[in-house]
Antibody, heavy 118, light 111 residues
Framework: DVKVVESGGGSVQPGGSLRLSCSAFGFAFNRYPMHWVRQAPGKGLDFVSSINTDGRTKYYADSVRGRFTISRDNSKNTLYLQMSGLRTEDSAVYYC???????????WGQGTLVTVSS | QSVLTQPPSVSGAPGQRVTISCTGSSSNIGAGYDVNWYQQVPGTAPKLLIHSNTNRPSGVPDRFSGSKSGTSASLAISGLQAEDEADYYC???????????FGTGTMLTVL
């Protein structure tokens, strides 16, 4: 079965840290750029970060640059998002997505919820 | 953060045809980047509906079609069905963001 499964979300206080993980199954993980996309409660979709196939090229949204770090381990078919200096506005469901043709997002996981609150 | 503009809502009766517009700029759609469309039923993850402007992934009914012109794109849904009721988002690459730009989202109501 082709899928991605996110984990690592939870509740944290402002200024805290979390590490999200995304395990990929059923496809050649090391051949695809991967992204994190988030959705705040009741809001739209926002790009967070992307990483190329060998992990050397990374991009970040302005809102998270300097606080979040994306990485991947192709030997484990796993994508990560290390989040630090968390703010209340980072509260959202975080989705791990595979980049497909046309810079589209083909495979979506169920998402993992991050809640930042005091 | 949305840089692609969509109407907040559209509606139509079963069997009718509706279109959803997506307006961008010279840093995304107007720069020649492809437009993609997603369907999101509340409480679930988005699903890719159209990629590369006009292409439907396997399993997506041909009632859904996409088009692009200049700095805009459109999603058309014909033969509306109750199950089409969902939120729809457009998306494209944006050079100023060095990442994805998403649309503001459109809620489709089937009357």
């Amino acid at each position: 079965d082709v899928k991605v499964v996110e984990s690592g979300g939870g509740s944290v206080q402002p200024g805290g840290s979390l590490r999200l993980s995304c395990s990929a199954f059923g496809f050649a993980f090391n051949r695809y750029p991967m992204h994190w996309v988030r959705q705040a409660p009741g809001k739209g979709l926002d790009f967070v970060s992307s990483i190329n196939t060998d992990g050397r090229t990374k991009y970040y949204a302005d809102s998270v640059r300097g606080r979040f770090t994306i990485s991947r381990d192709n030997s484990k078919n796993t994508l990560y998002l290390q989040m630090s200096g968390l703010r209340t506005e980072d509260s959202a469901v975080y989705y791990c997505v595979q980049q497909f043709d046309g810079y589209s997002y083909d495979k979506w996981g169920q998402g993992t919820l991050v809640t930042v609150s005091s | 953060q949305s840089v692609l503009t969509q109407p907040p809502s559209v509606s139509g009766a079963p069997g009718q045809r509706v279109t959803i517009s997506c307006t961008g700029s010279s840093s995304n759609i107007g720069a020649g980047y492809d437009v993609n469309w997603y369907q999101q039923v509340p409480g679930t993850a988005p699903k890719l509906l159209i990629h590369s402007n006009t292409n439907r992934p396997s399993g997506v009914p041909d009632r859904f079609s996409g088009s692009k012109s200049g700095t805009s794109a459109s999603l058309a849904i014909s033969g509306l069905q109750a199950e089409d009721e969902a939120d729809y988002y457009c998306q494209s690459y944006d050079t100023s963001l060095t990442g994805s730009a998403f649309g503001t989202g459109t809620m489709l109501t089937v009357l």
